[in-house]
């Protein structure tokens, strides 16, 4: 039983040390542990860090590319690499590494494909008020689309068996922790949350500029999942509203003109018109996305195949 822990880097030779550091070099049930890196244009001596600690795998891009691109890169890597458990985790050394062992715990046991740790964030003091709040906001919003009980759904701190990683698509460019949530439940891979520790901050967070900045691309991230995964179910909820809103000022101008007051009331009459038709059109266009998202699920199968042939085949040349 192989496993690899990646880490995503943009300029972090002054923390790197210290998370590699802090990383397992043994668990049990585990026969060996390698370390990756996902070098994401790092402009200092990131790589340089990193090698002279003794990783055994690099990732790089020339250039800057984000954190979801690179979480993607470094499955990839991961799997051709022959790991049966892939854990992410931070380069800040924002989560405590022994604590890994507590997310491969339940794969290892046949429990789950998907392990999220839980951060304490009601106890982590360098969160703001408003970030805490939020957090479980953001968080409640992601169980609902995805149909999960996962409390903690920024968390990168996670762990995902071999059959999950080869499943997984990311296909915005901000972040891959909510969408791989969504996916994951829509799809119903086995996933589940363990509570985790967290260290003291190291620097700032890159992942935005401003809270509302966070916030904005968070939900746009949840709405394209969901609009992906469920697309039918999307439109339809739209369409409903712009239809029953239509018939309620269609309903009311007939009230109206039985009473004889009508004659004054004719854009309101235009107005149910034009929200009954954009109604029914709004579903329309959900049916042909969920044929759309009918004809993903196939190519998505295919993916799946082509990807395990491919990764088996590199594994075995690296086992000869």
């Not at 985790?196 to 916030?215: C, D, H, K, Q």
């Amino acid at each position: 039983m192989k496993l690899i822990i990646q880490i995503p880097c943009y300029n972090e030779e002054e923390t790197l040390e210290i998370a590699l550091n802090d990383l397992p070099k043994r668990i049990e049930g585990i026969d060996e542990i390698e370390y990756l890196i996902i070098n994401d244009g790092s402009r200092d001596n990131t790589v340089e860090v990193a090698r002279k600690w003794g990783v055994h795998h690099v990732v790089s891009f020339k250039k800057n590319k984000g954190l979801a691109r690179g979480f993607m890169a470094g499955l990839d890597a991961c799997l051709r690499n022959g790991a049966d458990i892939i854990v992410n985790t931070d380069a800040d050394n924002q989560y405590c590494g022994q604590d890994i062992e507590k997310l491969v715990r339940p794969i290892l046991d046949g429990k789950a494909d998907i392990v999220i740790g839980a951060r304490p964030i009601d106890q982590t003091e360098h969160f703001s008020p408003l970030k805490k709040k939020l957090q479980h906001f953001g968080s409640w919003v992601v169980r609902k689309a995805s149909r999960t009980d996962i409390p903690d759904a920024p968390s990168g701190f996670r762990a995902y068996s071999r059959e999950a990683a080869m499943r997984l698509n990311v296909t915005n460019e901000y972040t891959y922790t909510l969408e791989t949530i969504v996916q994951a439940g829509r799809e119903k891979i086995p996933m589940m949350s363990v509570p985790i520790r967290t260290n003291a901050e190291l620097r700032p967070s890159r992942l935005f500029n401003s809270m509302f900045g966070y916030v904005k691309k968070s939900v746009l991230t949840i709405v394209r999942a969901f609009m992906m995964y469920k697309p039918l179910q999307f439109f339809s909820m739209i369409g409903t509203i712009l239809f029953l809103i239509g018939t309620a000022v269609g309903v009311r101008f007939l009230i109206l003109f039985i009473a004889g007051d009508g004659v004054g009331h004719i854009q309101s009459l235009i107005l149910a018109s034009m929200l009954i038709v954009l109604g029914v059109m709004t579903f329309i266009v959900g049916l042909q996305a969920d044929i759309i998202a009918a004809n993903r699920k196939i190519l998505e199968d295919i993916q799946y195949h082509v990807r395990k042939l491919d990764y088996d085949r590199e594994a075995g040349k690296d086992e000869r």
